[in-house]
């Protein structure tokens, strides 16, 4: 009887432990699935003039003030699950450490993904291009002669990264967010999105196929990391008219000028404009950094300007709004997203520029100074410049 009443009591303890185990590993599984839209800093911590020159810190009232490294913000936090995972602290997403380092063409891409099994996982999916993006890690620097001395655009303390030896310049991530807005380049091509950790873009890539659905061009492909965690809730805003001339995302915690005043700055005068601004009888006005101002591009909507207006007006629905985010590859440029189309040409000759990267696209413009005088011989895609851009102001919510 004793040794019966034994075995009824262990196996109602494995029984209990068994359920509070199931319980613990729900209840972790629901933690790392746990997904917020945070926007972690970009990690500029030096400051840069319209040179490119690092400069000390400027101070209030100095040309220069309050560009992106003024700011610290939410620093990005990671942990390495030692099981070929990483998991951002701060957004919730789950990302694949290493990847398998192949070119992969869009919808393969896909196939990629569905099949991977990392860490226990199989739920492993494509990320957006808002959650690609913010993995931005902005000290990289590409040095194509030195591949020693490049700094990629991503935080290689966690996340394994390779250059392609031949072509440096080219480390773009698919994302699964394709371009509705139109076809890209100049023979009417589907394209979707993608960043690039080697040189710090974001552009509109060949997905193979033509923009009406046939079949189209065949490029090389583009690398993938692979992402989890519920989707439709990084990078999804939730706007608020305050019926002030501002907008706030209680998504982000940010306020948004909602109209452009319908000027353009080089980049000085747009960091002196945003710093002077009492839009709102609000004082702590900037110029946003470059992940706060991808994250109102809407990417989904069919239409130029990239951006709900609903909500927001972009003066010029054909436009680029700067960012106080210097870009590390040529530090005398900083970057802006396109809200209208991205244009570039064939090569430095030719004459006609097209949608090439894309509205919602991220490049980056030199900071003063005459387009003339940067206009370089290239063979390549030759990106339009225009040095004066819109300024859309941004504060942190009280």
Known sequence: MKTRKLNILCCCA???????????????????????????????????????DE???????????????????????????????????????MWQKTPDFKRHNFYDAFTYVENLEIGGYTDWRLPTIKELYSLLYSNGELNPKDLDKSTPYIDTEYFDFEYDQHMPFAGQYWSSTKYVKGPIQNIQIEGAFGFNFADGHIKAYETG?????????????????????????????????????????????????????????????????ADSSSLANYTDWRLPNTKELQSIVDY?????????????????????????????DFKYTACYIAFGKAYSKDNSSATEY?????????????????????????????????????????????
């Open 55 to 93: 400069i000390a810190r400027p101070k209030e009232g100095e040309d220069f003030y309050r560009q992106d490294a003024q700011f610290s913000g939410l620093a990005s936090s990671y942990v390495d699950n030692n099981d070929g995972t990483i998991t951002d602290v701060n957004t919730g997403l």
């Open 14 to 52: 494995v029984l209990i432990f068994a359920a509070c185990k199931n319980t613990a590993q729900k209840k972790r599984t629901n933690i790392e699935n746990e997904v917020r839209f945070v926007l972690s800093d970009t990690g500029q911590d030096k400051f840069y003039n319209n040179d490119g």
């Open 354 to 398: 097209y949608d090439w990267h894309g509205a919602g696209a991220q490049r980056s413009d030199p900071k003063s100074g005459k387009i003339e005088d940067y206009l370089m011989e290239s063979v390549n895609a030759a990106d339009s410049l225009r040095i004066n851009n819109y300024v859309r102001l941004v504060r942190d919510i009280e």
């Open 209 to 273: 196929l033509y923009y009406d659905g046939s079949d189209g061009v065949r490029n090389p492909g583009n690398y993938v990391r692979a992402v989890r965690g519920t989707e439709n809730v990084y990078g999804i805003n939730d706007f608020v008219d305050n019926t002030d001339g501002t907008v706030t995302d209680k998504a982000t915690g940010l306020m948004w000028q909602k109209i452009d005043d319908g000027h353009t700055y080089n980049w000085k005068e747009a960091l002196k404009y």
């Open 300 to 328: 989904d909507k069919k239409t130029i300007p990239a951006i709900n207006e609903e909500y927001f007006e972009c003066t010029n629905p054909d436009s680029w709004f700067w960012t106080s985010t210097t870009q590390g």
